[in-house]
């Protein structure tokens, strides 16, 4: 009992021996690892060196072998230029002195420069001239705002309607204009006589349209264009002053780009009077008068080309030689009582009737005698102007479309047309405080900008 006890403790003694031994013997490994890989590196670090140093010493001992390699390259390199080169101007000597000694070769030879020359600078020029005709063909001038002319990408880009505007019959003259019946006479014939001016190839007459704005002056223009088969073109007077020196080559432009036309070109000029003043009274820039004289030099002859309309609020501040290419004058007038019935039934069937009546019909009308309500406003709106009183139209539809059931009603209309004379009264009130201020009494007051119009200088007395 007692010996197994002993061998027992004797085998406990012993294992924890071994475990006690176990961290040391780790560790002198890890230290016998660590010196080999440390002699290792030490031995590579040694062996480059040596490698280094064998390169270095067998490069030096080289050196001159190398140069001597570059400098015979380079000598044979030398040497082959130089041939070349002799070679070269040998053969051209020769070719020359044959060339020169042959008469017929330098006869062609000149000949063929010449016509080199000749084929570059008609090159050049003939590109010039391409490129104004195209310009002119199909660029848009830059003084034209609005054109019915179409041009060649305008075509592509737009085939049915072209189609359409090719096969389209002409249309009456005065469609949708309501004017007096005497003045509705006088354009009809006006409308007539180009018509028919067009079709023959005649010389066209030069017209001037005169009296207070929104009067219908640019509608019937372009009505008259369509009527006729014509192009319409308009340009304001009042984009010509600050062209400045370019204004004579804008004006030029304009007038060579109408006579291009085949169907004829309505030119219509807005506010004329801004820039064909008069150049004795008026204190004008010389980039102005520059244009002036183009636009007269230009329009000195009847043309069957173009017809110049002319349109203006002060008629009597153009230049007479203006005046003498003037044919024939029409005044438009603000409309009467009977045209202002007939202009707010239009535009009330026009703007609200049709509206309610076809498409998505959200706009709706309340229940009243609509022909007693546009009697009763064509009544109010004395002294209004045919463009304030589409304006009306457009606000009763606008206000129908802000309320909230889209009911448009008769207080609405009441209100609109109240407002609509109110402003109206502000504006005469300014015209005539402008008036007063002024030493002219015309009747009628251009709102364009002439400020390039040089004010006259007052003079003190001593």
């Known amino acids: 009992m007692i010996n197994c ?70 000598a044979e390199q030398r040497k082959t230029i130089l041939e070349s ?18 008469w017929d070769k330098v006869m062609a030879a000149v000949t063929g420069v010449t016509l080199l020359a000749v084929g570059i600078y ?20 830059s003084l034209i705002r609005e054109t019915s002319r179409l ?14 505007r090719l096969t389209v019959k002409p249309e009456d003259a005065l469609k949708g204009i309501i004017l ?25 007459r030069n017209i001037l349209f005169y009296g207070p704005p929104g009067t219908g002056k640019t509608m019937f223009a372009k009505s008259l264009a369509r009527h006729s088969g014509m192009d319409y073109a308009i340009m304001t007077g009042g984009d010509v002053a600050p062209m400045g020196r370019d204004g004579v080559t804008a004006m030029h432009r304009v007038f060579d780009w109408a006579r291009t ?28 008068r520059a244009t002036l004289n183009a636009f007269l030099f230009r329009t000195g002859e ?25 044919d024939e004058m029409v005044e438009f007038d603000v409309p009467s009582l009977g045209e202002r019935n007939r202009m707010v039934r239009l535009y009330f069937e026009e703007y609200v009737l049709k509206p309610a009546t076809e498409g998505k019909k959200r706009l709706k009308v309340a229940q009243f005698d609509y022909g007693a309500k546009c009697s009763e406003i064509a009544a109010k709106v004395d002294g209004l102007s045919g463009r304030e009183i589409s304006k009306l139209g457009v606000a009763w539809q606008a206000a129908a479309y802000a309320s ?21 009264k502000k504006k005469v009130a300014w015209q005539k405080e402008q008036e007063s201020k002024s030493d002219s009494g015309s009747t009628y007051r251009s709102l364009k900008d002439v400020s390039a119009f040089i004010p006259p200088v007052s003079q003190k007395a001593d």
């Open 404 to 424: 909230d059931d889209g009911i448009l009603t008769e207080k609405i209309i009441d209100e609109k047309v109240a407002d609509s004379i109110r402003a109206h």
């Open 302 to 326: 009847q043309s069957n080309k173009f017809m110049l309309a002319l349109s203006s609020n002060l008629p009597e501040q153009f230049d007479w030689a203006i005046n003498d290419r003037i």
């Open 261 to 288: 036309s085949r169907r004829g070109v309505l030119l219509f000029v807005d506010e004329a009077d801004a820039f064909l003043r008069k150049r004795s009274q008026e204190k004008i820039s010389e980039d102005l």
């Open 122 to 141: 008609s090159a050049k020029f003939g590109t010039g001239v391409a490129a104004r005709f195209i310009e002119n063909r199909l660029g848009k001038p």
């Open 180 to 204: 007096k019946p005497s003045l509705e006479a006088q354009l009809r014939d006006i409308a007539i006589a180009t018509r028919h001016t067009k079709s023959n190839n005649g010389f066209y």
């Open 151 to 164: 041009t060649f990408f305008e075509a592509i880009k737009h085939p049915i309607r072209t189609f359409r």
């Open 85 to 102: 080169i002799q070679t070269a101007g040998s053969v051209l000597g020769a070719g020359l002195q044959t060339f020169i000694s042959d």
């Open 5 to 74: 006890c002993n061998r027992q403790e004797f085998k406990r003694k012993t294992s924890k021996n071994k475990k006690n031994q176990l961290p040391g013997r780790n560790q002198c490994e890890k230290k016998t690892i660590e010196h080999e890989a440390e002699l290792r590196h030490k031995n590579e670090m040694l062996r480059l060196e040596a490698e280094m140093k064998a390169r270095a010493k067998s490069e030096r001992e080289n050196k001159d072998i190398h140069l001597e390699q570059i400098r015979v390259r380079a």
